[in-house]
């Protein structure tokens, strides 16, 4: 399987750098000769942007490089200079901006030489792909007076075009997992079922990757297709085995292989590469022009069915630059049933018009001088008007759009393709502000907030602005727009039911597209982050999948940046397949380290959509366990212990309310510093401390301070009080910032809390700490946003308050908390599905053990007597001493172990599985302990109190 795609690091690092070199020579070259006045003016004024440039210098430099592939020689000065070729990468307009302009002899050489003549002759067919999937992250800047050119990167700033995404080439151990679970099937069941002509059966499938770029698993599947027709038939009398290998390659490529993207020169390199191993076999580079389509997977009808139910009021929707006016008037002309004046008969549009005027409808333009430019229902009906018409041609084209239907309807016809294979881009449909200035305006781009670079723009288009400002304006604008149309059409356009909604990705859309796109019987296999099972976002998606049975395995690896080279995003991704009619259950693996970690029985599990239901019964997303070990203890504790809060059943039975009490951002104006307090006092009645998450930890509302630090610390740690200064019981820690009291009361009260203290839960975490679930009580003050209250407002009494605060302490419930995490926050829709101990689990003796520990733990400051009166506790605060604190802390982890019903043998494993298990959950906290006490501290009086409680 490892063959199927075979890449040379070091001649992919020699020929990506080779490229970039020949991109600077070139870029700075072509301004640098006097001739070219207007490529040098084009770029000065902005018309030519930055990005506009470099992708027409990708375009020459790969044309070159792919003529040294295909010719098997070195490349020469004709070849870059653009002498007329076969089409595809010659074509002539690829760069327009280039094709009338000179270059001096010198630059040419000097590309050359940087192309690395040998590597080029000697070029795989995947590794031109690989060399420009490794350049998508670079932010090109242009300097047209001084005539340089060069890359963000070369001044020490990263770029961002797919920045963090999967876009980078695919690792081939990857693709060849998923060719295994996805491919490898189908052909296997195809054979099965025409036993007699596997060479048919295997070249009349059909296999797509809609997000294709330069056709790395376009080319794997190829070959692994044309293996199983070598293998399974007879080669033709006299052939060699290679002979054989190339023939049957050609029927594959020729037949079943299709893919679509939108970027013009991925597609061109992936023709271009497929084109290459059909070994020149007498095609023209334009035979795969119908198989390999240029154009948007996620904008365009999937189905035409979509077309009967007419063009969507709220396609007219304004945007930015449009006019309220005249969504107003495309609403009231929708209503009445006339979009316009229709001058004679006019014929029923062609089913390519009547797509791109549906879709179209969503991007026009919604200004008063335009309005008979919009389609209408009517043109689709009664016949589209040619103004209208030619308007959505020209925006088909603009944006590229893809019809599905249209694009490949010998495979939709069919119900869909066999084989889905891909690794789609992972990026927000919203447009990035500061991705889009990177390149552009490193001065915005880089601007200290949001704030400030909202005013950079707005002055792009001032009185005082120069013409090159107004066009980088306008630009951005139209961007905006664009963004904006296409998310419009995501959400109201009908094709995206499941993932058309909240803050969308496009990894998202992509899933359910491959989920429409595959026949029933088919299987897809995608790389994707592993928030499209965990999230709340894509849990519509995810929920659809398991309960229709579509979901054959799961496979999340630890972090996309170890993966893919180039992105320093630590979130997990996954290897999902798919399958039009799943059978069994299917099967999940978390924090995967390599592929063997996917055939080890202890690390995969299978659950059931009942499992899920059980777990997460609000939104229906996966649980991460880490192994199988994990998934059994887990459901045994929720087939025992309800969650925290049942949306879908109506309970919640401590009365559990949330509150965010002060946000950092926009309740700064009622903030003030100790500073701004000095002459008044601030520790007064008038001002409240504003506690934030890094200032407690479990039972320690004292756990950090800003005392006698210079300046915030808006992501470094607080400082940690002495032990000196925990002892002192009059001692509380200093906040950065003070509310007033009469505020923060007033916000306690309306939420309908009625204690003189407060619980908080750290809003930020992950389930690689120590502790992923840290909450505390502490004095009535302000809370930040990162930490948000937790109110129960029925529980029975004070000693049931401090058993829930125990509960939310244990190791138990931080246990199967880390299997929900997937991030760094603990959303409330995370807390809300934690398996708790309802009020009624407790009986009187378990709570004469609980309150006493919970009380001795949480009450060791003055400011907390209110805590402590309430327990009906009228004494001093309790001492602080570390070593009774950890004995205290065991023997509640002990007692919560037991009333969520677990075993001595489930309690071991989740204190330490052993150092041969391939899952730890509590790795950090042993790691701590060893450097600190020599030994796993908590685990020995974990168990020491375990069986103490058992001889009683």
Request: glycine residues 8%; neutral net charge; aromatic residues 8%.
């Amino acid at each position: 399987m490892s063959a199927l795609l075979s890449f040379r690091p070091s001649v992919l690092t020699r020929l990506r750098d080779g490229v970039v070199e020949s991109c600077r020579i070139l870029g700075a070259g072509y301004l640098a000769l006097p001739e070219n006045v207007g490529l040098r003016e084009r770029v000065a004024s902005g018309v030519l942007s930055p990005q506009a440039y470099y992708q027409q210098l990708l375009w020459l430099v790969f044309g070159v490089l792919f003529r040294a592939a295909a010719e098997g020689r070195q490349p020469g000065v004709q070849a870059l200079l653009g002498l007329p070729g076969p089409g595809g990468l010659f074509a002539r307009g690829r760069c327009p901006d280039l094709d009338e302009a000179r270059l001096a002899d010198a630059d040419a050489q000097a590309v050359l030489r940087a192309l690395h003549a040998p590597e080029c002759r000697e070029m795989a067919s995947e590794e031109l792909g690989a060399v420009y999937d490794g350049l998508l992250q670079l932010q090109p800047f242009v300097d047209a007076e001084q005539g340089t050119f060069g890359f963000l990167s070369d001044a020490g700033a990263r770029g961002s075009e797919r920045k963090a995404t999967g876009a980078y080439y695919t690792p081939p151990e990857l693709v060849a997992e998923l060719i295994r679970s996805t491919l490898d099937p189908v052909i296997a069941q195809a054979v099965a079922a025409r036993p007699q002509c596997p060479r048919q059966a295997i070249v009349g499938l059909t296999v797509i990757d809609p997000a294709c770029g330069s056709g790395h698993f376009l080319l794997a599947a190829a070959r692994r297709m044309a293996a199983e027709i070598v293998r399974l038939t007879p080669p033709v009398r006299g052939a060699s085995p290679e002979q054989a290998r190339s023939q049957a390659l050609h029927e594959v490529i020729s037949n079943a292989i299709h893919g679509a993207d939108k970027n013009p020169l991925a597609v061109e390199l992936c023709r271009a590469a497929l084109w290459l191993e059909l070994g020149n076999a007498g095609a023209p580079l334009s035979a795969l022009d119908a198989q390999i389509q240029c154009g948007d997977a996620l904008i365009g009808l999937r189905d035409p069915a979509v077309l009967a139910g007419g063009i969507p009021v709220d396609a007219y929707k304004a945007l930015t630059g449009d006019e309220p006016a005249a969504e107003r008037e495309l609403r009231r002309r929708a209503g009445s049933g006339r979009g316009g004046s229709t001058p004679g008969v006019l014929a029923k549009p062609a089913p390519a018009d009547a797509a791109d005027l549906y879709v179209a409808a969503f991007f026009l333009p919604k200004r008063l001088g335009t309005l008979d430019l919009i389609p209408h229902n009517c043109d689709l009906t009664d016949g589209a008007r040619p103004a209208v018409l030619a308007a959505a041609r020209h925006t088909a084209a603009q944006h590229g759009f893809l019809h599905w239907h249209l694009a490949f309807p010998a495979a939709m016809a069919r119900g869909g393709f066999d084989v889905v294979l891909t690794n789609p881009p992972w990026e927000k449909l919203k447009l990035q502000e500061q991705e889009f200035f990177a390149s552009r305006s490193p001065a915005i781009a880089g601007a200290r907030h949001k704030a400030a670079r909202e005013q950079l723009i707005e002055r792009l288009g001032g009185d005082n602005a120069s013409a090159a400002d107004r066009l980088l304006r306008d630009a951005f604008v139209q961007a905006k727009r664009t963004a904006e149309a296409a998310s419009l059409f995501i959400r109201k356009g009908g094709r995206f039911p499941l993932t058309g909604n909240g803050d969308v990705n496009t990894y998202a859309l992509f899933a359910e597209t491959v989920l429409s796109l595959l026949r029933p019987g088919g299987r897809a296999g995608l790389i994707l982050p592993t928030g499209i099972a965990t999230d709340d976002s894509t849990k519509r998606f995810f929920t659809h999948i398991t309960n229709e049975r579509q979901l054959i395995s799961l496979y999340s690896f630890y972090e996309i940046r170890r993966w893919f080279p180039g992105t320093e995003d630590r979130k997990p991704f996954a290897l999902l397949t798919l399958g039009g009619h799943a059978t069994g259950e299917p099967v999940y693996g978390f924090e995967i380290d390599n592929i063997a970690d996917v055939a080890d029985h202890r690390r995969v599990f299978s659950l059931a959509p009942s499992d899920i239901r059980l777990i997460n019964p609000n939104t229906g997303t996966c649980p991460l366990f880490r192994s199988k070990a994990d998934a059994e203890i887990t459901k045994g504790i929720y087939a025992r212990v309800p969650v925290l809060i049942d949306k879908q059943a109506g309970t919640n039975p401590w009365g559990i309310r949330f509150l965010r009490m002060f946000d950092m951002s926009g309740d700064s104006g009622l903030f003030r510093t100790a500073a701004q307090l000095a002459p008044a006092g601030a520790r007064g009645e008038r001002w409240l401390p504003l506690y934030e998450a890094k200032m407690i930890h479990q039972f320690d509302h004292r756990f950090g301070t800003f005392a006698g630090l210079p300046g915030r610390p808006n992501y470094a740690p607080v400082a940690r009080p002495t032990d000196a200064e925990l002892a002192d019981p009059a001692y509380d820690p200093d906040p950065w910032y003070w509310v007033p009291a009469e505020e923060a009361k007033g916000r306690i009260a309306a939420a309908g809390w009625g204690y003189d203290w407060l619980f908080g839960l750290r809003s930020i975490t992950n389930a690689a700490a120590e502790r992923t679930v840290i909450g505390t009580a502490f004095p009535v003050a302000g809370a930040g946003n990162s930490l948000p209250l937790l109110l129960p407002l029925k529980a029975p009494s004070p000693r049931h308050l401090a058993g829930l605060i125990g509960n939310l302490s244990a190791l138990i419930l931080d246990f199967h908390a880390r299997q929900k995490v997937g991030g760094i926050n603990l959303n409330f829709f995370i807390i809300e599905q934690l398996a708790v101990l309802p009020p009624d689990a407790y009986t009187e003796e378990d709570l004469a053990f609980i309150v006493p520990r919970v009380l001795e733990l949480t009450y060791t400051s003055e400011s907390m007597r209110p805590f402590a009166r309430a327990l009906g506790c009228a004494r001093a605060p309790f001492a602080w001493h570390p070593g009774r604190r950890a004995l205290l802390r065991a023997e509640l982890d002990a007692r919560y172990a037991r009333l969520y019903g677990l075993t001595l043998d489930q309690l071991r494993y989740i204190l330490d599985p052993g150092p041969d298990y391939p899952s730890q959950t509590f790795r950090v906290l042993k790691e701590n302990e060893l450097k600190q006490f020599g030994e796993h501290r908590t685990q020995r009086l974990v168990l020491e109190a375990w069986h103490r409680c058992a001889c009683r």
